[in-house]
């Protein structure tokens, strides 16, 4: 079962394309079948939240998260932290990481590579969301 809902998606203002070093990380997040997915990748500072609140219910999501942390800290002790400093930090200021994406040849979101804990952020309370994106060329 996909956590992902599929709905026509927004593109984001301002992208450019990103540069060698970005194409490298992002694809560093690949499934094994997308790691040589013909894909056109642009960076944009703020990709919006709107575009993936549809994807998930966020809030009921980052709730899950909290419980977990909470009922398992010896499990990842740093997922704990990295949890709590996350949320710290993005209530007070921008986001420098990119969440990866991709999406369809229409601009459909279809999934998040890397990112999941800041797209929440961004979308419960609403921090701009850096983003590379890899738009599927066919």
Known sequence: MSL?????GRRAARR????????????????????????????????????????VDWATWWQAEVDFCR?????????????DALRESWTKGPQRDPIVITETVDGTVETIWDGWHRTAISVLFGAPLPALVGQRRT
Do not use: C
């Open 4 to 8: 992902i809902r599929r709905v026509p």
């Open 16 to 55: 450019r394309p990103a540069t060698e070093n970005e194409i490298g990380w992002a694809r560093s997040w690949a499934d094994e079948e997308d790691h040589d997915a013909d894909l056109d990748w642009t960076y944009t500072q703020d990709y919006g939240a709107h575009n993936l609140a549809h994807l």
């Open 71 to 83: 009922r398992h800290p010896w499990e990842d002790p740093m997922r704990t932290y990295y949890r």
